[in-house]
Structure formats: structure tokens, C-alpha cells
């Protein structure tokens, strides 16, 4: 393998040296488009933060005049809803098993924080990334407008 490391510019670590493994493993992933890859559709991102689950907001429905976006069924005076961060509202029978299941709002696709190091890792690369090319396309407008 001390082939491959030169090869990548890596050096390879020395005794007691801890690898930061999962940020390699982000990186890699990213750089190859592993997650596009295995896509969306394909591969659900990783269940929500049980953190952030446990804590979501819960709102008591005043007026009917929503419905929940996962069963349609329209909410009732006085049923108790969850609240995601994107200002969604659920029955919490309805949310909580999905949420378990994937991180990513069913009605806009708004993204919770994971308890997946590796997802998060990726996410924030991602973020990064988009920050980047905004600041770029502002320098470019700022320049040439
Ligand atoms: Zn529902
Ligand atoms: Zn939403």
C-alpha cells in the first residue's frame, strides 16, 4: 500500500498517530461522487439525529386548516404535531418512523443533522463547496455588473 499513499501525496502515519479515517473516507467519497452515485433514489441519506428528533418542537393545532404531508389527512383542533427545522408540521406517528429512517424532510427535502460522522463530514464539504462557488459567482458579479 506505501505505493498508493506516495502516489496520493499522503504520508502514511507513524506509531500512536490516530488516522482521521472518517474525514479521508468524506473526502473520498465526495471526490469520486460516491454519494451522487449511489444516489438519490437509490440510497437514503442516514436516519436524523435521535438528538435532534427528540427535540423537535411540537405544536398544538389550533385550526384545521393544514394537512399532514406524509398520511394528507388533514390536522384536527387540538392535535399535537411535530415541527421540523423548515417549518413543517407532522403527525408524530407519521414523521418520527421516517425520520428514523432518513434525515431529509418528505415535504422539501430539508436536511436534519445525522448522528452518521461520515454523512456529516460529507455534508459540510458539501456546504463548503456550494459556499465557494456562490463567494466566486459574487466576486465574478461584483467584477463584471
Ligand atoms: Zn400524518
Ligand atoms: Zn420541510
Not at 440510497?43 to 435532534?52: D, H, T, V
Not at 389550533?62 to 389527512?73: G, N, T
Not at 418520527?96 to 431529509?104: F, S
Request: with cysteine; proline share 8%.
Amino acid at each position: 500500500m506505501a505505493g498508493y499513499f506516495e502516489e496520493m501525496g499522503w504520508t502514511e502515519l507513524g506509531d500512536g498517530e490516530t488516522p482521521n479515517q472518517l474525514l479521508h473516507l468524506a473526502r473520498l467519497l465526495r471526490d469520486f461522487g460516491m454519494f451522487e452515485e449511489l444516489g438519490e433514489g437509490k440510497r437514503l441519506p442516514p436516519p436524523a439525529s435521535k438528538r435532534i428528533v427528540n427535540n423537535l418542537p411540537e405544536l398544538e393545532i389550533k385550526q384545521a386548516e393544514e394537512s399532514c404531508p406524509v398520511c394528507l389527512i388533514e390536522f384536527r383542533p387540538s392535535d399535537k404535531t411535530k415541527v421540523l427545522p423548515c417549518d413543517h408540521k407532522f403527525h408524530p406517528q407519521c414523521i418520527l418512523p421516517w425520520l428514523a429512517k432518513t434525515n431529509t424532510c418528505p415535504f422539501c427535502r430539508h436536511e436534519l443533522e445525522t448522528d452518521d460522522e461520515q454523512y456529516e463530514e460529507y455534508r459540510k464539504a458539501k456546504l463548503r463547496e456550494k459556499q465557494r462557488e456562490e463567494d466566486i459567482e459574487t466576486l465574478h458579479n461584483s467584477m463584471f455588473s
